[in-house]
């Protein structure tokens, strides 16, 4: 056997046993008994469990030794929102630092899923359940580093909170509560574990760690079309469903301007570099130029890169007529966009009246949408994370991007809290299945990032030399 085989072989070896230990040790039993618990608990929307959830979470802090008056839970009609303070040092002028996430999840049905949604469950290989990812590995992760921590009698060099939300998949009620509660809106700033995150090759390797500091904004419009109906026996050409459907079809085939910033165009160049192949030159080439239009048409067939790189709208929902023998009174749809920082709602709303070719279509905005800034990075947060990241992988960069789905963080940077998400997993894109059937999240990921909130917040809050 050669030398190197032996000290590969050996490598391997001291890598199996750390595993082993990890998962053996107090902390790894902890997070699983919160995440499977957590789980167990389907907190979706109209069936209020949120509020049970919350009041678990309490009373594992509190047997922690977090003091009750320390952890609050508010309710709010079936739903609650979720404050635990980690008490700092109290001669300390520090602002206080934010861990966000999200307590609810979005609806799964038993007949739909290969196992049951609201139990933990796995093979080989991954955790399954809704929440896994979205967002309960967070929530359990956060609360387990409190736990763990506090254990460790480790005192931070300021105040340090939890701030969980009860319906970041609905209406973010509870996240617009949290962003202006008295307690968290003097924040320094926030940290999300709802996005960000590393991406994995085919192979496992790591391509980079992605920090999410900034948010398109998410919007809903509701089009809908009026005709005086009839009877079925006697059809017309002015009918409600095809004129929009035709209307649809417009919103379909229009493709918003190409929009990239500093941060975009250093994404796509990392991960061009990383990825290869023709998909990475692709990104390299947009980086280099995003008025390519070869290149920024190629990301536009990517589900996964094309909302880095433009406003995106898409149909979601349809209503339409009020009997199977009548002509339609109305047909009305959904359509959700998705828009790049600098561009209003009210911009948007033009472009798609304009591109329906329909003056007769109705154009309602759906609840209050948020436009939030971008969050300009700052060194120690940067340091705090590369230092948890290069744990794992060392040679992996570190990079700022933008999310094109929506999570709470933008109410909270919208208040002035600057906000940045960095989960703790490293996974492969294919192998994102948030919102989505059987929902699961690779093992390896749940136990290699059991140390990644320890190391940032005692990084970031810890007693510094000569302080």
Known sequence: MSK??????????????????LKDSHHAKKTLEIYRTIIGIPTVAGRGKVPEMAAYLAKELQQAGFKPEDVQIIPTGETALFIARYLGKSATAKQPILLLGHMDVVEALDKDWQRPPFKLTQDDKYFYGRGTIDNKLGIAMLTSTFIRLKKQGFVPDRDIFLAFSGDEETGMVTTKMLASHPKLAKAEYALNSDAGGGDLDQNGK????????????????????????????????????????????????????????????????????????????????????????KASDRLAIESSYVGTTRTTCVTTMLSAGHAENALPQSATATVNCRIFPGTSVQEVKQTLQKVVKNDAIEFVILGDPTESPISELREDVMTAINKAVHARYPNVKVIAYMESGGTDGKHFRKAGIPTWAMSSGFMRPDEMFAHGLNERLPIKTFYDGLDHWSIILKELTGAKPNN
């Open 4 to 21: 190197t085989l032996l000290l590969s072989l050996l490598m391997l070896s001291s890598l199996s046993i750390q595993a082993a230990v």
């Open 206 to 293: 790591a391509l980079a760690y992605l920090v999410q500091a900034a948010e398109k904004t998410y919007v809903s419009f509701e089009l809908t079309l009026r005709n005086k109906g009839g009877h079925s026996s006697r059809p017309r050409p002015d009918n409600a469903i095809y004129e929009l459907a035709s209307a649809l079809h417009h919103i379909r085939d229009y493709q918003f301007p190409v929009m990239w910033s500093d941060m975009t165009r250093e994404f796509f160049d990392v991960s061009g570099k990383q990825m290869g192949g023709e998909l990475g030159m692709a990104m390299q080439a947009f980086a280099k130029d995003p008025t390519n239009k």
